[in-house]
């Protein structure tokens, strides 16, 4: 069973569409992350949300808005994509907030033409 | 502000080889916990290790081993026997009492060859 798991894998679009990214996690955890992982590799944080509560906001374009239904729950949109937000995407979670690991879902690889 | 620095941005050996990835950081708090997680070429991250800031005990799982010095902020990773199988990029990270963000190294590629 796939515990943390994110939809779609790969999502291809032109600049200047709106796109959504669906994240789930079953492990039971209270905390989720969406973060960025671009060309060089190099992976930032965006947004993490505990008990649905926005409790990291990085400087990251309004055009990202993140959304949490429910614990089990993050997803990302992105209105009027851009060029450079072509990148790999990852959700996280974790149980708590500090103590213990993050759990990574597949990523999602972002190509804006 | 808390950092990550992993100085190697490449390595390459040849199977059976040891190799060890070295990861130094910075932080002002007392209490925070550091991470390493392995990013192989099917592109998933995997959590491989958590160590809190008290425990300077090292650790040895398999092949795998992390030596945490406080002393010299360096939290380095070490695996014995290398295999092919363990070509990937590895993440060294930091989370501080102060916030829940993980900041991550910019990662060391390690390639073994067969």
């Known amino acids: 069973d796939t515990a943390v798991s994110q939809t779609p894998k790969y999502l291809v679009t032109q600049m200047g569409n709106d796109k959504s990214i669906k994240c789930e996690q079953n492990l039971g955890h209270d905390t989720m992350y969406w973060y960025k992982q671009d060309s060089k590799k190099f992976l930032k944080i965006m947004f993490s949300?505990?008990?649905?509560?926005?409790?990291i906001n990085e400087t990251v374009p309004n055009r990202f808005s993140p959304k949490s239904p429910d614990k089990a729950h993050l997803n990302l949109h992105i209105n009027s994509l851009e060029l450079g937000d072509s990148a790999v995407y990852f959700c996280?979670?974790?149980?708590?907030?500090?103590?213990?690991?993050?759990?990574f879902g597949p990523g999602t690889r972002l190509t804006v033409t | 502000a808390q950092k990550v620095t992993q100085a190697q941005t490449e390595i390459s050996v040849v199977e059976k080889e040891d190799v060890t990835l070295d990861c130094v950081y910075e932080?002002?708090?007392?209490?925070?916990?550091l991470f390493w997680y392995k990013q192989p070429p099917s592109g998933e991250l995997v959590f491989l290790i958590r160590?809190?800031?008290?425990?300077?005990q090292n650790e040895i799982s398999g092949r795998y081993s992390w030596n945490f010095q406080k002393s010299t902020s360096s939290f380095n990773f070490t695996i014995t026997a290398s295999q092919v199988v363990d070509s990937a990029v590895y993440f060294c990270a930091l989370r501080e009492t102060s916030g829940s963000r993980l900041t991550f190294g910019e990662g060391t590629q390690l390639t073994v060859n067969p």
């Open positions: 996280a979670s974790s149980h708590g907030t500090f103590r213990t690991e993050q759990y």
């Open positions: 932080t002002r708090d007392t209490t925070y916990y």
């Open positions: 949300y505990n008990n649905k509560e926005l409790i």
């Open positions: 160590r809190n800031s008290f425990d300077e």
